[in-house]
């Protein structure tokens, strides 16, 4: 068991200016002792990150790596056209209406998006 003093309180994944504005970034991460593919997303201020992965058959979101698929402002699940909102994750369309990507806790930080633990 993990003692609180091993735990970070937050761990640097990009920095704001690397992060174009309406545009998905894939950053990879230790999330619970697995290495992730973080999706974060920025519209002007608000910052938002995910899994890469899609609640519908738990595959990848992006066609090739970093590469994904947009219609108005939607993020496309490239195997199966699953629609999620960048906001807030939702699914609007496709096999898994209703469900949500994973969120990933992440704060602004001096210019810096980081990992909340």
Same mark, same amino acid.
Request: aromatic content about 2%; proline content about 6%; glycine content about 8%.
């Given at each position: 068991m993990a003692s609180d003093a091993m735990k970070s309180v937050s761990r640097t994944l990009i920095s704001?200016? *690397?992060l174009p504005n309406k545009q998905i970034v894939v950053v990879n991460a230790d999330i619970? %002792? *697995?290495? *992730?593919a973080i999706l974060l997303y920025r519209d002007n201020a608000d910052? /938002?990150?995910? +899994?890469n992965i899609c609640p519908h058959a738990g595959r &990848? +979101?992006?066609y090739a790596p970093g590469k994904f698929l947009m219609q108005d402002g939607d993020l496309v699940c490239a195997?199966? %056209?699953a629609t999620f909102r960048m906001d807030? %994750? /939702?699914?609007v369309a496709g096999?898994? &209406?209703g469900a949500s990507l994973r969120?990933?806790?992440? /704060? @602004? @930080? *001096?210019g810096q998006v980081c990992l909340m633990d």
């Open positions: 704001v200016a *690397e619970d %002792g *697995e290495n *992730e910052i /938002q990150a995910y +899994l &990848r +979101l992006d195997a199966h %056209g807030n %994750g /939702q699914c096999p898994c &209406r969120s990933v806790p992440v /704060q @602004l @930080l *001096e």
